[in-house]
């Protein structure tokens, strides 16, 4: 069964660059779509970034053109490079994986960016 472990959370200052890692492990073929989310407290979990098996990506909003997300087959990792954070970042980050129609979670990563 697909496993993704997810790394590289931890207490930032705004626009301190921050990356965030998503291994897959466990059946590893046919990984399909590649996805961020993230959760505030209080707020409802959204969608940050996606990225598709031929690399296609989208974005929310708020972090278009300040957040990237990219993969590495070769590495089964997906990542998600923060760039320009602000307080309002401040969430748990977690990853997702669609496989064979089976949507598969990490578990999360605390992202705290300070003022």
């Known amino acids: 069964q697909l496993q993704l472990v997810v790394s590289g959370g931890g207490l930032v200052q705004s626009a301190v660059p921050l990356r965030l890692s998503c291994a897959a492990s466990?059946?590893?073929?046919?990984?399909?779509?590649m996805s961020w989310y993230r959760k505030a407290p209080g707020m409802r979990r959204e969608l940050v970034a996606a990225?598709?098996?031929?690399?296609?990506?989208i974005y929310v909003d708020s972090v278009e053109g300040l957040f990237t997300i990219s993969r590495d087959y070769a590495k089964n990792t997906v990542y998600l490079q923060m760039n320009s954070m602000k307080p309002e970042d401040t969430a748990d980050y977690y990853c997702?994986?669609?496989?064979?129609?089976?949507?598969?979670w990490g578990k999360g990563t605390q992202v705290t960016v300070s003022s």
């Open positions: 997702n994986a669609e496989q064979y129609g089976s949507i598969y």
């Open positions: 466990g059946g590893i073929l046919s990984i399909g779509d």
């Open positions: 990225i598709s098996s031929g690399r296609n990506t």
